[in-house]
């Protein structure tokens, strides 16, 4: 069965279930949440999320430069007032720096890509404050929003808060 087929046949029995056609679009508990895209990491488990709880919003590496326009609408029209980071043990965004993925851009697409960071990091704890920082510095982000900071472990499921 192609890939496609699959999704479609898991979408039916989903939405043949489905109950929660009704909830508010404004999330329920009323945060947000920036996460890395890593299938390893399921943010609505690992956080004890349902739908309608919270935005979760993610990008390799669950950088917050990436997600600041989606915080921005998530708070300003929708009022999530607090952000959790979520980035992982054994990352991908650990293994290369922005001259590697420019060097792979130029050499696999024929692209030139040395205008892009790829917001690459090679400290996970370092990462966390760094993003709490850019969410905190950022004009479009109200002082009053709460900004928390964690590791995923993902061989324990764990999550450890970084200060």
Request: charged share 25%; hydrophobic share 45%.
């Amino acid at each position: 069965m192609a890939l496609v087929d699959e999704v479609r046949a898991a979408n039916e029995a989903y939405a043949g279930q489905f109950t929660k056609g009704d909830l508010p679009l404004p999330p329920g508990r009323k945060f947000a949440v920036v996460a890395c895209m890593d299938a390893r990491l399921d943010p609505a488990k690992a956080l004890g999320l349902q739908e309608g709880d919270a935005h979760v919003i993610r990008n390799a590496g669950g950088r917050a430069a990436e997600a600041l326009r989606s915080l921005a609408i998530s708070q300003q029209l929708l009022g999530t007032n607090a952000v959790i980071i979520v980035h992982h043990t054994d990352c991908g965004m650990l293994t290369f720096d922005n001259a590697t993925m420019h060097g792979i851009c130029q050499e696999r697409l024929g692209v030139d890509a040395s205008d892009i960071d790829f917001l690459p990091f090679a400290d996970l704890e370092q990462s966390v404050r760094d993003d709490i920082e850019v969410i905190r510095s950022s004009p479009l982000i109200p002082d009053s929003v709460d900004v928390y900071g964690f590791v995923y472990d993902v061989q324990t499921g764990r999550l450890q808060e970084v200060a």
